[in-house]
Structure formats: structure tokens, C-alpha cells
């Protein structure tokens, strides 16, 4: 430091920090040597505390306002230094300006996904973040604890253990709590509440209070999100049948408003209508018949006392199901021979008509067949 840096240090007797910076939570007041004047005046500003750092030992701690340094306002360094007759000479201490505003918009996130047991969905991986406020309460453990002889101390040196206190401590709330997923967006204040109780003893020993902290969002992995919004589409789309048919209108107005598509569009059209009626008709027996699929299907079991309801074989065709008092009308009109197969639930396979034995009866009850003219 050059003669005039000296000579403007010695002449300087006000110590005050006007802070210019967004972030600076620390700042060291530079004198030549560390020498304060007796008489000094100390300025300590709304937001701001003043401790002064004897021989590396913690020495006066000053609150807001306009000090003059005597024996009156700094019985510990007095004590220190054992004057019995005021500060007449200079004496050498370390002035650190400790900012104790709130200091907002601090950022939080899991830098990894925490694994929990959902009652819904099973094992599942979250990813979560948000925002926090925190400030300086107690100035003098804070400058033992954290800051030591920095004299320029940022929130980024401190931000990231902050950080990774709040999602250590999220991490073992949300686990505790066994709150499904899909209810956590219910529970974000009840969980930020928890997590600032969580913490308070950690943040106490740094001298620092955690004074809000909220939780934005909690996110699933991307796949499960996927899976998550087919399911809901799902149920938004409520009723498949209604939707299909609905598709199918759409379409067949599109090809009126397209009348040169020509007989391309006229297939594909029937293609569809015949692919969502295939669907829809094994969708339903596979409803029915227990998620069996085909003739095995079968729908639901015969109403106790009458007969099961016959599928038929009519011209290469599979029809049905009949009724037993509509499968007597084909016998009688001569649709259903003796030598038709049919089939119903409970049968291994297609048999003949007459090895029905209700059928044989109804055989034997219709008239023959007229001879040639």
C-alpha cells in the first residue's frame, strides 16, 4: 500500500459498508494495518451487523446503528486490551460488515431422481425442485462458523451446502409421508413446512434461518409421464364404442367433402369400418366371456332353466348367437340342417346339429322337406 493509501487510512474515521452488490454476504472493512482511531465512528446500516475480529478471535458483535468506539460501547475489546485510559491511540481490529437482509430467489433442485414406493404406481423415481429465502441471525457464528478470514463472502459459497441440506431433508420427508404421487400437488406447503422444521437446527449452526422455501414442481420420469397422459386420454375418451363411431362419422364426412378420393378413399373407408367393427365385436366378447376373445367368448352365462344361446355355421359363416326359440325357426325354414355345426359355451369344439340332444327333438318335430315337383 503506497504513502497516500496510508495517510488516506489514517484520516478515515468513519467505518460504514454501503453495499452496491445483489449477493455479498460478507465484507471485510479495509483500514491500513487494521488501525482504528479511538473515537472512530462505526455506521452500521437497516440490514447489516458489524463484528469485529480481534487476533483471530471473535471480539464485539454491533447491531444497527451510529456507534462511537470507546470503552463505553466495546467492553470486550477493552477487556482485551486492558486500556485504563480510552482509546487515545490507535489499536488494530478486523471489521467485518455481515449482511443480514433476506435473500430471495435462491434455488433448490434433485440433482438425481429419489426412489419411493408409490401405493398406485409401485416403485417410482421423482425428481422435484423450487425456491428458498434465507438470512444471517446470528452474525457471530456465522463469520466463526462459515465465513473465517474471507473478506469478500458471495451466496454461492454457501448456496450449495443450502442446496443440498434442503434436498437431503425432502428426500426423507416425501419418503416418511407416503403421499401417492398424484397427490403431492395438494401437499406442497404441508411438505415445504415440514422440510423448514427439518432443517432449522442445521441452518442454527451455521447462524443462518431458512426463512421460506417452497416446493414448484415434482416431476416423474418422462416415460412414465407418457404413460401416465395415454391413461388419462383414456378416460377422457370415455366410452371406445361411442369414440369409434364418432371417428367414423368424421371420416365419412371428410370423404364427401373429398368426392374425387375415388374408390382408394371408398376402401380404405370400408376397411375401416370393417377393422373398428372387427375390434369392437372382439373387444365386447372378450368383455364378456372373462378376456377370452372368439366363439370361446360366449357372453354371459344362461339365465338358470333355459339353454344356453347356439352360434351357427350358415354357409361358411359364423352367425349367432340364437336363441333356442329362434334356432327352432331355422330348423323349421330348413336354414339349420342336421348336418350344421353349431357350437356354445361350454362345448370343446363344433358338433352336428342333431348330436344336440335339444335339437335332435326339434328335428324330429319338423316336417320333412317337400318332394321334387
Known amino acids: 500500500m503506497g504513502f497516500w493509501d496510508k495517510l488516506k487510512g489514517e484520516l478515515i474515521d468513519i467505518i460504514q459498508w454501503t453495499d452496491s452488490s445483489s449477493d455479498t454476504l460478507v465484507y471485510r472493512f479495509e483500514r491500513y494495518g487494521n488501525e482504528i482511531k479511538g473515537g472512530a465512528k ?164 451455521y447462524g443462518l434461518t431458512l426463512t421460506s422455501l417452497l416446493v414448484e414442481n415434482v416431476s416423474l420420469p418422462p416415460a412414465v409421464e407418457e404413460a401416465l397422459d395415454k391413461r388419462s386420454s383414456m378416460g377422457i375418451i370415455g366410452n371406445l364404442g361411442a369414440y369409434t363411431q364418432f371417428q367414423a362419422a368424421n371420416a365419412m364426412e371428410s370423404a364427401a367433402k373429398n368426392p374425387g378420393g375415388g374408390a382408394g378413399d371408398a376402401m380404405g373407408l370400408g376397411a375401416g369400418f370393417a377393422m373398428g367393427n372387427a375390434m369392437m365385436g372382439a373387444m365386447n366378447r372378450g368383455i364378456q366371456g372373462g378376456g377370452q376373445t372368439g366363439p370361446a367368448a360366449g357372453g354371459p352365462p344362461p339365465i338358470p332353466g333355459q339353454a344356453a344361446p347356439l352360434y351357427v355355421a350358415i354357409g361358411g359363416q359364423q352367425q349367432g348367437p340364437f336363441e333356442m326359440g329362434l334356432v327352432q325357426m331355422k330348423i323349421q325354414s330348413g336354414e339349420i340342417r342336421r348336418d350344421t355345426l353349431v357350437w356354445r359355451q361350454g362345448m370343446t369344439g363344433w358338433i352336428k346339429a342333431s348330436d344336440v340332444a335339444e335339437l335332435a327333438l326339434l328335428f324330429s318335430a319338423a316336417p320333412p322337406p317337400l318332394p321334387p315337383s
Open 42 to 205: 462505526l455506521v452500521c446500516r437497516e440490514g447489516q451487523a458489524a463484528v469485529f475480529i480481534n487476533e483471530g478471535k471473535l471480539a464485539d458483535v454491533f447491531a444497527p446503528g451510529t456507534y462511537t468506539l470507546d470503552t463505553k460501547n466495546m467492553p470486550i475489546l477493552s477487556t482485551i486490551f486492558g486500556w485504563k485510559y480510552g482509546f487515545e491511540s490507535p489499536f488494530k481490529a478486523e471489521v467485518y460488515f455481515v449482511n443480514t437482509r433476506n435473500f430471495t430467489d435462491q434455488k433448490w433442485g434433485t440433482k438425481n431422481p429419489i426412489m419411493l414406493r408409490d401405493p398406485e404406481f409401485g416403485p417410482v423415481r421423482i425428481r422435484a425442485f423450487g425456491t428458498f429465502a434465507t438470512k444471517v441471525t446470528d452474525p457471530g457464528k456465522f463469520v466463526r462458523e462459515i465465513v473465517g478470514t474471507d473478506g469478500d463472502f458471495k451466496t454461492d459459497e454457501i448456496s450449495a451446502q443450502i442446496r443440498n441440506i434442503v434436498v437431503a431433508r425432502f428426500a426423507d420427508v416425501i419418503g416418511e409421508s407416503k403421499i401417492p404421487v398424484l397427490d403431492l400437488a395438494a401437499n406442497y406447503d404441508e411438505l415445504a413446512k415440514f422440510i423448514q422444521d427439518r432443517t432449522k437446527e442445521s441452518f442454527d449452526n
